[in-house]
């Protein structure tokens, strides 16, 4: 008896042949709901970023190790992916293999990626403590203080969170450490403010 | 006008920023910042060294620059030495530097390494801290090794700071993450373990994160922490909201610590100490109680809180999977949430439930929201929140509800996001095939899959379905009928094309009986298509036109016709030109005979569910290879797979002969028969096997010059080769033997090496034989799957076997009397180095050798009353295997060999029949009555026999059949 294959050269590898040689199928994609057993029990924030309306990232930090060219990958489609969401979805998406959580404070996105199994609604309020921090140091903040202070909104983010879990929650702790940080400033400052974000402390996303 | 900053104003920084912001375009930016580069350039490079300040703003510059997608490739050197200013700010954008912009210039290393090491000392709180975010930040094996000796001493040292504990534990985190195998806790682990009961809620925060990690790859060392975990948590959930004071996040008692808390504790199996156990419970409990009560606060950063609380106690109870009680109350709870007004919470209770639904205990309970979950995939807005529901609705998905959420599947598929409709249609079929009762169903849902979402049915479910068809043959006819019908649709996607066109080029006969879809009607309906679809499907086609003329000699002149025409047999892709020219002359030479021989139907597929894919994986340990790249590894040959051949030979190596030599492989058939003769045999050469002379001859015989040809070829073989002692029969040969008591094609074994089929025929005329004598001819294909060096002494091929080659082997049987024991076929050959040894049992039964025997009611009593000895007869009652369906009974008993009487016994429930089985010495009859009992799902089988070794062997092959 020949078959197909019998009855084709090897070099054709179509149709009937390739039946065959084609082992079964779907599992690859299936890891996917099985993992969510699986996956360490972690509170593991991946990456923290924040970006503007226009896709302008004013903040990142990562938390695992990426190279370059990643990160600006990263960064390029999950900025896509979340601002294309509709107003009022909710605060999480699946992006490939990682869970995604963010929240809009006026002009800005704060975004978090996380493991599968991460808890989504404690970052959500992750973010939202990060905001109280920086609107108790700059009094107010609004994203122009983000953009003219960067560094101090990576020493505020450093107090709040290393390695992507969270080293202290109290917001009087880390206002303490800032403080001690600028005590020995010399110079005096004035502070103005331009496009203040709205209500960013009374947590109002919108 | 730009912001100026708090704390220390850099003037210069603040207007570049402005004047960055000002530019128009991306051109005037890059000017700007090369203007500003080659700025810092020269005053790094210039005579006058810089003071603090002014070097502090220029890599602060410098990392703007950087932050802003620009390479930078100078500054490294004036960062460092920042590090070992005196200045806070200083050492501070320093630090910011290195920890953003990483360098692996193992000079600069060392030099950052000795600034932090000098930090570390310098007892300074702000400077460790600094300090240890760095190493934190950085991560580096460099850093690795040079602090993961210090760090604990840190952490764990009485006079350390609160803050730097903090600090100190999560950077060791950190290091043991990027190299676990450089820190060493030991001595350490105790006092580690103990910061759970630290007063500061910051450090345990911080220590309860490090604890989670290092537990998990030593449970046993820091077991110690369940315990106080658990009291932990109990003083914070029954703590009131302003205890913690600063703590409390919107009125809930330290949300972050009570989440960290219940993930430690999902990295052990329930508490053993029941007091320990009952604490616990009785905090789960108050969580779940919480829930109900009325919220302390509107604000959602309350309710978020509270809930990402109860959410993970709910993981914790799917987690321990043993309270029952618990994981009902969590599912009413989630079952609530399902419905909540926030969006959020809907997403996240359809993602939990997910994981509910696979516990025995709450699977049931998950199922009553099956409404629920089905309107929300209909009315959701959100796309993700639909992806959970369509989730969900996987994982609850069982054989009692397959059919209404494969059904709102399939409807919600046709408005579907395009972003999910892939993976939406994996799911599908993967539940049809699953719970498929009956394969009409299965069929029906797959090509309701091509018609609705054609676009997203990869290859593999296509190939799928044409498999199940291919391999069951109660549902071909219905699939061709159905096939047939879908493809009347003016427009169908190309995938249903492919699949009409195998199927009705496999089975189109089944249906040619009707008029409406007589073999013209059908050719005509194919070919209507062809002009529509790409290369690859109208090379399906020609294929499947070539076995048309086989099928159907009538349509042959049509399709010559057809093949002959200029479009194909000149067609310009290579591809269908020779398929046409080759098809075109196949026809017209060739006999029907060759015709038939050339186009028979496909064989079954191996049953290759997933776990050879899964064993594969297993092995393969991390880094497992997808099917993809499973096909290439079999394409190339082995070299990849060789290196890893000798894990993978576990399998193999069970049976593996105990004497490599160098040449000895070769593929060898013994008979196992009597076990009385085996210890004789055992050692004997494999010519004593098939000579008719040899002490098991009994059983099987030779007798076709084939084999008279094949036995020089052994005897040319090395002596040493021969003697050789094959392998015992794999363990699980019985089992195969079994699948083919009522089949006769079929893949008899299976593994990564090789996939050996088998195709038996049963000839009366054969040569010199007398006509009442009934032979096997066993046709075995040994595809290979990867490239071996077979020598194989039957018939002689090619030592070098490439892989995805196919050897074939003919073994002629005869039953000289009857027997019990299967002949064994035993495979030597060499893969990657190694002997192969492979034992087994060929599917030659006893009764492969039946005759049918046509009979009425009244001669079958009147056998059956003849043969009323007690040792004439063997009964057994067993309970049924598969599921009981007249058909798929009917169709075994006919595969067994025998005819299957109608109208003989009173009750039409049962099946009798009767058969000769020939063998050289005698005909032995045999009767046969099987009765199912479909209450208790219970057959009882009796069978009669001339012969009571026959009658015995039967009963026992039998009653693992149904």
Redesign the interface.
């Known amino acids: ?7 084709h050269s ?1 070099r ?1 590898g ?3 042949e ?13 890891f996917f ?1 099985c993992a ?2 699986l996956a ?4 593991q924030i991946r990456f923290l970023l924040l970006f503007s309306r226009q896709g302008r ?1 004013r903040l ?1 930090k990562w938390f695992t ?1 990426l190279s370059e060219h990643e990160k ?1 990958k990263v960064v390029r489609e999950m900025s896509l992916a979340v601002l294309t969401r ?1 107003p ?7 992006w490939k293999d990682l869970k995604v959580v963010y929240r809009r404070y006026a002009s800005l996105y704060f975004c978090c990626g996380l493991e599968q ?1 991460d ?4 970052t ?3 973010i ?2 990060y905001v109280e921090l920086l609107d108790q ?2 009094g107010n903040v609004c994203e ?2 983000i ?6 909104a ?2 505020i983010l ?1 107090e709040f969170i ?2 992507g ?9 880390v206002a303490k ?1 800032m403080e ?3 005590a ?4 005096g ?6 496009q203040h974000i709205q209500g960013l402390s009374r ?1 109002e ?1 919108w | 006008m730009p912001a100026v900053s708090k704390g220390d104003g850099m003037r210069g920084l603040a207007v570049f920023i402005s004047d960055i912001r000002n530019c128009k375009s991306k051109e005037a930016e890059i000017k700007r910042i090369n203007k500003e580069l080659a700025n810092i350039r020269s005053k790094f490079k210039g005579d006058k060294a810089l003071d603090g300040y002014s070097k502090k703003k220029y890599v602060c510059k410098l990392l703007f620059i950087f932050l802003l997608g620009h390479d930078i490739d100078f500054g490294h050197m004036e960062a460092v030495n920042l590090l070992s200013s005196n200045k806070y700010t200083e050492k501070q954008i320093g630090y910011l530097f290195i920890s953003v912009l990483v360098n692996s210039n193992s000079e600069l290393i060392r030099l950052i390494n000795n600034a932090i090491k000098n930090d570390l000392s310098s007892r300074n709180p702000t400077f460790m801290c600094l300090a240890l975010h760095c190493i934190a930040n950085v991560g580096s094996r460099e850093m690795a090794e040079a602090f993961a000796g210090e760090i604990p001493r840190i952490l764990v040292a009485g006079d350390t700071m609160d803050s730097v504990k903090q600090s100190a534990a999560l950077c060791l985190l950190r290091l043991y993450k990027t190299s676990p195998d450089l820190v060493l806790m030991g001595e350490w682990t105790s006092r580690v373990v103990h910061l759970l009961n630290d007063q500061h809620m910051g450090v345990v925060t911080a220590a309860i994160s490090l604890i989670t990690c290092l537990s998990q790859k030593n449970p046993d060392e820091f077991k110690t922490c369940v315990s106080l975990a658990v009291s932990r948590l109990s003083r914070i959930v029954s703590s009131a909201s302003t205890d913690l004071q600063d703590y409390t996040y919107y009125f809930v008692p330290a949300p972050w610590l009570s989440c960290k808390l219940l993930r430690l504790l999902q990295c052990y199996p329930p508490p053993e100490d029941g007091a320990v156990k009952g604490r616990l419970v009785e905090c789960l409990e108050t969580i779940l109680n919480k829930a109900q009560e009325p919220p302390k606060s509107k604000k959602v950063q309350h309710s978020n809180a509270k809930n990402a609380i109860l959410f993970e106690a709910i993981a914790l109870i799917i987690h321990y999977d043993s309270e029952p009680n618990l994981l009902v109350r969590a599912c009413n709870q989630l079952g609530q949430f399902l419905q909540h007004r926030e969006t959020n919470l809907r997403y996240l209770a359809l993602e939990s439930m997910c994981t509910l639904a696979s516990s025995e205990f709450s699977h049931e309970a998950v199922k009553t929201h099956i409404e629920t979950v089905i309107n929300a995939l209909k009315t959701e807005r959100d796309v993700s929140v639909r992806q959970r529901a369509a989730d969900l609705l996987y994982a609850m998905c069982d054989r009692s509800n397959a059919k209404q959420i494969v059904a709102e599947m399939l409807s919600y598929l046709e408005t579907a996001d395009y972003s999910i409709r892939e993976e939406m249609v994996l799911k599908v079929a993967i539940l049809a095939e699953k719970y498929a009762v009956d394969y009409s169903w299965y069929v029906d849902t797959i090509l309701n899959l091509i018609r609705i979402a054609g676009d997203y049915v990869s290859e593999e479910v296509w190939y799928r379905v044409i498999q199940i068809v291919i391999n069951r043959d109660d549902v071909q006819g219905y699939a061709a009928k159905t096939v047939f019908e879908a493809l009347q649709a003016p427009a169908c996607h190309e995938n249903m094309v492919k699949v009409g066109g195998y199927i009705l080029g496999e089975f189109g006969n089944l249906i040619a009986g009707d008029p409406r879809s007589s073999p013209l009607v059908q050719f005509n309906l194919l070919h209507s298509k062809f002009h529509l679809c790409s290369v690859p499907t109208r090379a399906l086609l020609l294929s499947a036109y070539i076995k048309f003329i086989n099928l159907f000699p009538e349509t042959k002149s049509t399709i010559q016709e057809v093949l002959r025409c200029d479009s194909q047999i000149r067609n310009s892709d290579v591809e269908l030109q020779q398929r046409a020219v080759e098809y075109l002359k196949l026809s017209s030479i060739a006999s029907t005979d060759v015709l038939a021989t050339v186009l028979e139907e496909m064989p079954p597929f191996p049953e290759r569910e997933s776990s050879i894919l899964a064993k594969l994986k297993k092995k393969k340990g991390p880094g497992a290879v997808s099917a993809g790249e499973l096909e290439e590894g079999k394409r190339e040959g082995g070299e990849v797979n060789g290196a890893e051949r000798p894990g993978d030979n576990a399998a193999i190596a069970a049976s593996n002969a105990s004497t490599p030599s160098p040449s000895a492989d070769l593929l060898g058939l013994r008979s196992a028969a009597p076990v009385s003769a085996a210890p004789v045999s055992a050692g004997s050469l494999l010519v004593d096997v098939f000579s008719e002379a040899g002490p098991a001859a009994s059983t099987a015989g030779v007798n076709d010059d084939g084999f008279l040809s094949c036995s020089s070829a052994l005897s040319s073989a090395p002596p040493s080769v021969v003697s050789e002692d094959p392998a015992p029969p794999l363990p699980e040969s019985d089992e195969l033997l079994n699948k083919f008591v009522c089949k006769n094609n079929g893949v008899l074994f299976e593994n990564q090496l090789l996939q050996i089929g088998i195709k038996s025929e049963y000839r009366q005329n054969l040569g010199k034989l007398p006509n009442t004598l009934r032979n096997i001819v066993l046709l075995i294909f040994i595809a290979l799957l990867n490239e071996i060096l077979l020598n194989v002494q039957l018939k002689p091929v090619d030592p070098l076997v490439e892989g995805g080659a196919q050897v074939q082997q003919v073994i002629n049987i005869e039953c000289l009397s009857d027997f019990s024991d299967a002949p064994l076929l035993n495979i030597k050959f060499r893969y990657g180095g190694a002997l192969q040894n492979l034992s087994l049992k060929l599917p030659v039964t006893i009764n492969k050798f039946f005759q049918p025997t046509e009979m009425s009611s009244h001669d079958f009593f009147q056998r059956w009353k003849q043969l009323s000895q007690p040792q004439q007869e063997a009964q057994k009652i067993f309970k049924a295997n598969h599921p009981m369906d007249t058909e798929v009974l009917k169709a075994k008993l006919l595969g067994l060999g025998t005819a299957l009487l109608d109208n003989v016994d009173p009750n039409p429930e049962n099946f009798v029949c009767a058969g000769v089985i020939q063998t050289k010495a005698q005909q032995i009859g045999c009767l046969l009555r099987l009765e199912p009992n479909a209450q208790a799902q219970m057959y009882r089988l009796t069978l009669r026999s001339s012969k009571d070794t026959v009658a015995k062997r039967l009963c026992e092959l039998l009653s693992e059949q149904f």
């Open positions: 008896m020949i078959n197909h294959r019998g009855l090897p054709r179509l149709t009937f390739v039946l065959r040689a084609v082992p079964i199928v779907y599992l690859p994609r299936l709901f969510c057993s360490l029990p972690l509170l990232v990142q190790a600006k509709p009022k979805a909710c605060n999480f998406l699946q199994r808890n989504e609604l404690l959500l309020e992750i939202h403590r140091y700059f122009l203080d953009i003219f202070n960067f560094e101090k990576y020493f450093d290393i390695g879990e969270i080293q202290e929650t109290s917001k009087m702790c450490s001690e940080a600028d020995n400033q010399e110079v400052h004035t502070h103005t403010h331009t947590g996303t």
